[in-house]
T-cell receptor, first 114, second 111 residues
Framework: DTAVSQTPKYLVTQMGNDKSIKCEQNLGHDTMYWYKQDSKKFLKIMFSYNNKELIINETVPNRFSPKSPDKAHLNLHINSLELGDSAVYFC?????????????FGPGTRLLVL | GENVEQHPSTLSVQEGDSAVIKCTYSDSASNYFPWYKQELGKGPQLIIDIRSNVGEKKDQRIAVTLNKTAKHFSLHITETQPEDSAVYFCAASTHTGKLIFGQGTTLQVKP
């Protein structure tokens, strides 16, 4: 039973396109996150939502827009894709961002912008 | 700003030897320090964590130490096995829950 799932696993697209990545968790957690891992494997937080409310919004271009329809889902929409957006995007969840406990990561979405 | 430095970036050991990875953090308000293991093609997975009110924590072959004064924390893996080969990340967070990750250490355990 997958705890945090992401779709798609791979995404290859042209510069300028708009794409979405979906994330779902079945752990009953209140907080969900999006991370970006670059080619040097550096992991950086992008956004976090707690029960559909935006909590963390790092310095991320406006082309990236997270959407949380309910607390079990956090999707990431990217407009006007650029070459530099190529990376692995990880979704994660935790019980509550105010309780510093385990964050459970999804398998990642490998985005390649050509 | 918040920063976590991790060393070394790569580490190669013989099976059975010990491995040590070290991190330093900049934000003195940091109070939670998890370690994640990332295997090839997978997401990071928590292996151990430590909070600021504890100096050391051990779980079988894995131990973590924390020196709050020096803002250092370290991961120790004893009796390494080939399946320990992976990328290891340290991280630090304050009460906000925002994790700041180190740059990662690629550990190779040679059989």
């Amino acid at each position: 039973d997958t705890a945090v799932s992401q779709t798609p696993k791979y995404l290859v697209t042209q510069m300028g396109n708009d794409k979405s990545i979906k994330c779902e968790q079945n752990l009953g957690h209140d907080t969900m996150y999006w991370y970006k891992q670059d080619s040097k494997k550096f992991l950086k937080i992008m956004f976090s939502y707690n029960n559909k409310e935006l909590i963390i919004n790092e310095t991320v271009p406006n082309r990236f827009s997270p959407k949380s329809p309910d607390k079990a889902h956090l999707n990431l929409h990217i407009n006007s894709l650029e070459l530099g957006d190529s990376a692995v995007y990880f979704c994660a969840s935790s019980q509550d961002h105010r309780i510093q406990e385990t964050q459970y990561f999804g398998p990642g979405t490998r985005l390649l912008v050509l | 700003g918040e920063n976590v430095e991790q060393h070394p970036s790569t580490l190669s050991v013989q099976e059975g030897d010990s491995a040590v990875i070290k991190c330093t953090y900049s934000d003195s308000a940091s109070n939670y320090f998890p370690w994640y293991k990332q295997e090839l093609g997978k997401g990071p997975q928590l292996i151990i964590d430590i909070r600021s009110n504890v100096g050391e924590k051990k779980d079988q072959r894995i131990a973590v130490t924390l020196n709050k004064t020096a803002k250092h924390f370290s991961l120790h893996i004893t009796e390494t096995q080939p399946e320990d080969s992976a990328v290891y990340f340290c991280a630090a967070s304050t009460h906000t829950g925002k994790l700041i990750f180190g740059q990662g250490t690629t550990l190779q355990v040679k059989p």
